[in-house]
């Protein structure tokens, strides 16, 4: 099976830095994504990685270690707005097409 | 592009009872994904469909079912209601060659009494 863990909770003030971490366990990795989501609303796609590195967007950036079976987003300059739960998810290569493991979710807390 | 789109967006219903959601996803995308969301299990998959037939499953009881029409439309249908099925019942869409985002629609709450 798969297994994703990552932090239940941070807070964080606006205009600093975070990173979120995800570490997972699972036989034939093919992919993790990071997800937002606001309260009451479906998750919004942020990143996707499926090789070693750093993929950056924006403000967002999205980091891979297969390896390590680490993960992290790092939000950088942080707004009232990036209040909100931050999914990792990590595809499974044996399981044909689109199932997605999903970690608990990191709500990030971002103070005045 | 118009998203993925839900209905209906907020449903009670009592124990006992059976419900059916629908999904209708982005223009152009062939594969439809469920999930069911819950405080205490978070975000889980349901199924997946693709032209039409299930290419993935995940582990919940037979109740959950679901079909998939030619247009890529999908509904899922949940028999005989349990109160541990109050959730937020989530569909993705995406094009259907398995290395590809997937995109949320808005979900369907659903409360059973």
């Known amino acids: 099976g798969q297994n994703i863990d990552q932090p239940t909770e941070m807070t964080a003030t606006e205009g600093a830095i975070v990173q979120i971490n995800c570490t997972y366990q699972t036989s034939g990795f093919n992919g993790l994504f990071w997800y937002q989501q606001h309260a009451g609303e479906a998750p919004t796609f942020l990143s996707y990685?499926?090789?070693?590195g750093l993929e950056e967007k924006g403000r967002f950036s999205s980091f891979l270690s297969r390896s390590k079976g680490y993960s992290y987003l790092l939000l950088k300059e942080l707004q009232m707005k990036d209040s909100a739960s931050y999914l990792c998810?990590?595809?499974?290569?044996?399981?044909?097409?689109?199932?997605?493991?999903f970690g608990g979710g990191t709500r990030v807390l971002v103070k005045p | 592009k118009a998203g993925v789109t839900q209905t209906p967006r907020y449903l009670i219903k009592t124990r006992g009872q059976q419900v059916t959601l629908s999904c209708s996803p982005i223009?152009?995308?062939?594969?439809v994904s469920w999930y069911q969301q819950t405080p205490g299990q978070g975000l889980q998959f349901l199924f997946e469909y693709f032209s039409e037939t299930q290419r993935n499953k995940g582990n919940f009881p037979g109740r959950f079912s679901g079909r998939q029409f030619s247009n890529s439309r999908s509904e899922m249908n949940v028999s005989t209601l349990e109160l541990g099925d109050s959730a937020l019942y989530l569909c993705?869409?995406?094009?259907?060659?398995?290395?590809?985002?997937?995109?949320f629609g808005p979900g369907t709450r659903l409360l059973v009494l």
């Open positions: 990685n499926v090789l070693d």
């Open positions: 993705a869409s995406s094009l259907g060659t398995g290395r590809e985002t997937q995109y």
């Open positions: 223009s152009g995308h062939r594969s």
């Open positions: 998810a990590v595809r499974a290569f044996k399981a044909a097409g689109n199932k997605l493991t």
